[in-house]
């Protein structure tokens, strides 16, 4: 009954109480996803500084190591300048006092220019010297070392320090090969400082790639005004030999690892031999992919082109791993939606819990109304009861008048009442109830007594 009851009574909500809930689902995604893109925007723009102030502390640590490995040699070569003839002796004590505070430097060198004319003079002075091996040499077509051949000039790698370590590249003839013949050219005709495209070392046992900087030397006291009186005065180099992988990594051994990868292009060079080193994030997915030199590029990127022996070189460096996760935008976007989502709940069930208070306080009305009802014919049933009641209540004290032994005379038929009184039978009735006499005659007594008409009306 109470089930039919309220199915009667339900009270359907009407659509726009819905409204606001609506505006609020759609205020709430459009705001979730406004502040998810003011954060994303924010993220990124701070991911960007950080990434670029990390960035521009990685190239400059590189760059100025690189000055720095450039300004040893330099310093050896104002030694040279400044000296009498170098004897190997004072070469390897000066090239040992340096190499500690460059551990990118495979080796420094003096590479002398030596006329066809002059090979048995310098290779029987390294004999002397107790190199009792020491003969020119130069790579095969099968790339091994084998005795120079004979031409009219040879830049021969005479002096090198530390030898244990580079003893293949001793007496070696970097003319020889057409990369550093490039820079050998270079430095003789322009007086600068002359870098070959990147190169594997004589001496190299890994598969990171080198160069040689070469510091062109003249003989004392003639002009060098042009690039024919440079090349009349050509005496030799001193060499740095540059192992870049080791001096990129000993540059940036105080860095934490803090997921940029790093990639080293020789702008200078043809397009085939540009890349030089390629130092990947532990962070990285990709390690062995460098960061292309030139193309498009999505996400973040920090390039810069400096000079570097008289080259241009390219440093690109790109985030790994951190830097690719932004999860602040989403966590807010996360929150905001599921804040959105509790709110319309919340007034969804404000709803219908309004909905349903309603529904009670109609039912309850309906109630009250009938129950008011049922109380109203209540009372009138119970006051018609008392009236019933009441009359019965009169009409036994009425039966109750009449109630006993009448006396009544045998011949007039009067009654006697309580004080001794005779009365007529009517008369007494009467005066003890609501009954009134009327008089008549029955059939008997009109046979009996008036005969003559009951005959006449047969």
């Given at each position: 009954?109470?089930?039919?009851?309220?199915?009667?009574?339900?009270?359907?909500?009407?659509?726009?109480?819905?409204?606001?809930?609506?505006?609020?689902?759609?205020?709430?995604?459009?705001?979730?996803?406004i502040?998810f893109?003011?954060?994303?925007?924010?993220?990124?723009?701070?991911?960007?500084?950080?990434?670029?102030?990390?960035?521009?502390?990685?190239?400059?640590?590189?760059?100025?190591?690189?000055?720095?490995?450039?300004g040893?040699?330099?310093?050896?070569?104002?030694?040279?300048?400044?000296?009498?003839?170098?004897?190997?002796?004072?070469?390897?004590?000066?090239?040992?006092?340096?190499?500690?505070?460059?551990?990118?430097?495979?080796?420094?060198?003096?590479?002398?220019?030596?006329?066809?004319?002059?090979r048995?003079?310098?290779?029987?002075a390294?004999?002397?010297?107790?190199?009792t091996?020491?003969e020119?040499?130069?790579?095969?077509?099968?790339?091994?070392?084998?005795?120079a051949?004979?031409?009219?000039?040879?830049?021969?790698?005479?002096?090198?320090?530390?030898?244990?370590?580079?003893?293949?590249?001793?007496?070696?003839?970097?003319?020889?090969?057409?990369t550093?013949?490039?820079?050998?050219?270079?430095?003789?005709?322009?007086?600068?400082?002359?870098?070959?495209?990147?190169?594997?070392?004589?001496?190299?046992?890994?598969?990171q790639?080198?160069?040689?900087?070469?510091?062109?030397i003249?003989?004392?006291?003639?002009?060098?005004?042009?690039?024919?009186?440079?090349?009349?005065?050509?005496?030799?180099?001193?060499?740095e030999?540059?192992?870049?992988?080791?001096?990129?990594?000993?540059?940036?051994?105080?860095?934490?690892?803090?997921?940029?990868?790093?990639?080293?292009?020789?702008m200078?060079?043809?397009?085939?031999?540009r890349f030089?080193?390629?130092?990947?994030?532990?962070?990285s997915?990709?390690?062995d992919?460098?960061?292309?030199?030139?193309?498009?590029?999505?996400?973040?990127?920090?390039?810069?082109?400096?000079?570097?022996?008289e080259?241009?070189?390219?440093i690109?460096?790109?985030?790994?791993g951190?830097?690719?996760?932004?999860?602040?935008?989403?966590?807010?976007?996360?929150?905001?939606?599921?804040?959105?989502?509790?709110?319309?709940?919340f007034?969804l069930?404000?709803?219908?819990?309004?909905?349903?208070?309603?529904?009670?306080?109609?039912h309850?009305?309906?109630?009250?109304?009938?129950?008011?009802?049922?109380?109203?014919?209540?009372?009138?049933?119970?006051?018609?009861?008392?009236?019933?009641i009441?009359?019965?209540?009169?009409?036994?004290?009425?039966?109750?008048?009449?109630?006993?032994?009448?006396?009544?005379?045998?011949?007039?038929?009067?009654?006697?009442?309580?004080?001794?009184?005779?009365?007529?039978?009517?008369?007494?009735?009467?005066k003890?109830?609501?009954?009134?006499?009327?008089?008549?005659?029955?059939?008997?007594?009109?046979?009996k007594?008036?005969?003559?008409?009951?005959?006449?009306?047969?």
């Amino acid at each position: 009954m109470q089930k039919a009851n309220q199915k009667k009574h339900h009270v359907a909500i009407p659509v726009n109480r819905y409204f606001s809930v609506i505006c609020l689902l759609v205020f709430g995604v459009a705001a979730s996803f406004i502040v998810f893109w003011l954060v994303r925007d924010w993220e990124q723009t701070k991911q960007r500084s950080e990434f670029e102030t990390t960035a521009s502390a990685y190239t400059n640590a590189v760059e100025n190591t690189l000055i720095d490995y450039v300004g040893a040699l330099l310093f050896l070569g104002d030694f040279y300048n400044n000296s009498p003839p170098v004897t190997r002796l004072q070469f390897n004590r000066l090239a040992k006092s340096i190499l500690p505070r460059y551990p990118g430097i495979q080796a420094f060198g003096w590479d002398p220019l030596v006329k066809d004319s002059e090979r048995s003079f310098y290779e029987s002075a390294a004999r002397k010297d107790g190199y009792t091996d020491f003969e020119f040499t130069e790579r095969s077509e099968t790339n091994k070392l084998v005795r120079a051949a004979r031409r009219e000039e040879y830049v021969i790698v005479f002096y090198i320090y530390p030898l244990e370590t580079n003893r293949p590249a001793f007496g070696f003839d970097i003319a020889s090969n057409t990369t550093r013949l490039k820079a050998i050219e270079k430095g003789f005709n322009t007086g600068k400082l002359a870098a070959t495209d990147r190169i594997t070392l004589v001496q190299e046992t890994g598969s990171q790639f080198g160069i040689l900087i070469l510091l062109p030397i003249y003989h004392p006291g003639v002009p060098l005004n042009s690039p024919q009186d440079r090349r009349n005065a050509r005496k030799g180099f001193v060499v740095e030999v540059l192992r870049i992988g080791k001096a990129v990594e000993a540059a940036l051994e105080g860095f934490a690892d803090q997921g940029i990868s790093l990639t080293l292009y020789d702008m200078s060079a043809d397009q085939d031999n540009r890349f030089l080193y390629h130092r990947p994030s532990n962070m990285s997915e990709m390690k062995d992919q460098p960061i292309p030199a030139e193309g498009v590029y999505k996400g973040l990127l920090w390039s810069k082109t400096f000079h570097f022996a008289e080259r241009q070189w390219k440093i690109l460096l790109s985030p790994q791993g951190f830097y690719d996760h932004m999860w602040h935008a989403w966590v807010v976007l996360g929150g905001s939606l599921l804040l959105t989502a509790l709110l319309v709940f919340f007034m969804l069930r404000k709803i219908s819990y309004t909905a349903e208070i309603e529904q009670r306080v109609i039912h309850q009305a309906e109630t009250n109304q009938q129950l008011e009802k049922e109380i109203n014919e209540r009372a009138a049933a119970e006051e018609e009861r008392d009236k019933i009641i009441l009359n019965l209540q009169q009409a036994l004290e009425e039966v109750e008048t009449l109630r006993g032994i009448l006396p009544i005379c045998s011949f007039c038929k009067k009654v006697r009442d309580d004080k001794g009184y005779w009365e007529q039978v009517d008369v007494y009735i009467y005066k003890h109830s609501q009954a009134d006499i009327s008089h008549s005659i029955c059939p008997d007594c009109v046979k009996k007594h008036y005969s003559h008409i009951h005959n006449n009306e047969d």
